[in-house]
T-cell receptor
Framework: DSGVTQTPKHLITATGQRVTLRCSPR?????VYWYQQSLDQGLQFLIQ???????AKGNILERFSAQQFPDLHSELNLSSLELGDSALYFC???????????????FGPGTRLTVL | SQKIEQNSEALNIQEGKTATLTCNYT??????LQWYRQDPGRGPVFLLL?????KEKRKERLKVTFDTTLKQSLFHITASQPADSATYLC???????????FGKGTKLSVIP
């Protein structure tokens, strides 16, 4: 158990809808990262927050947005969903800002999103 | 653009042998390289981090090397066991990097 929690575990929805994925980082970790994993693309970085502020952005679509709250939990909002958005979405956390190198990341169990 | 290649999508090895996985990168010079293990449907789990000034790092049956001249990292599992079967991901990162960029992974199967 990594200490990172994600809800819900599974989500099935229709095209055009909007969903919110939630993540609670490990106790004491200030950085939260969101990743998308699909079969053909592998694990793709979406966005990072550190202590409430956005710090890095990857290939995140404009239809997607995220935020980190004062209690450090984070939410990823996906809107106008398309079939191609079906994937596993992972949240990860790290103790410091430099989760791209110096600091290891701890991943949650993921949310499996299916868009029908 | 930066490119990360892991030697093969799948690697089958006999139990007890040493598994060697390769991670090659092009168009940048990482200061760190992390390795993760991922089981089907689960989140990746951190295994090892190696810095550019470290040629080799070990943890129990795991060994990682980092050759900045060849732009390559090798990941070894000695005395492999069926429980080592998983997908292994490498993630090189520059100094001051906020994020990880993962390779597509190598799926290792250890056959009893």
């Amino acid at each position: 158990d990594s200490g990172v929690t994600q809800t819900p575990k599974h989500l099935i929805t229709a095209t055009g809808q909007r969903v919110t994925l939630r993540c609670s980082p490990r106790s004491g970790d200030l950085s939260v990262y969101w990743y998308q994993q699909s079969l053909d693309q592998g694990l793709q970085f979406l966005i990072q927050y550190y202590n409430g502020e956005e710090r890095a952005k990857g290939n995140i679509l404009e239809r997607f947005s995220a935020q980190q709250f004062p209690d450090l939990h984070s939410e990823l909002n996906l809107s106008s969903l398309e079939l191609g958005d079906s994937a596993l979405y992972f949240c990860a956390s790290s103790v410091g800002l430099l989760g791209g190198g110096l600091h290891e990341q701890f991943f949650g169990p993921g949310t499996r999103l299916t868009v029908l | 653009s930066q490119k990360i290649e892991q030697n093969s999508e799948a690697l089958n090895i006999q139990e007890g042998k040493t598994a060697t996985l390769t991670c090659n990168y092009t168009n940048y010079s990482p200061a760190y390289l992390q390795w993760y293990r991922q089981d089907p449907g689960r989140g990746p789990v951190f295994l090892l981090l190696i810095r550019e000034n470290e040629k080799e790092k070990r943890k129990e049956r795991l060994k990682v090397t980092f050759d900045t001249t060849l732009k390559q990292s090798l990941f070894h599992i000695t005395a492999s066991q069926p429980a080592d079967s998983a997908t292994y991901l490498c993630a090189p990162a520059g100094a001051g990097s906020y994020q990880l960029t993962f390779g597509k992974g190598t799926k290792l199967s250890v056959i009893p």
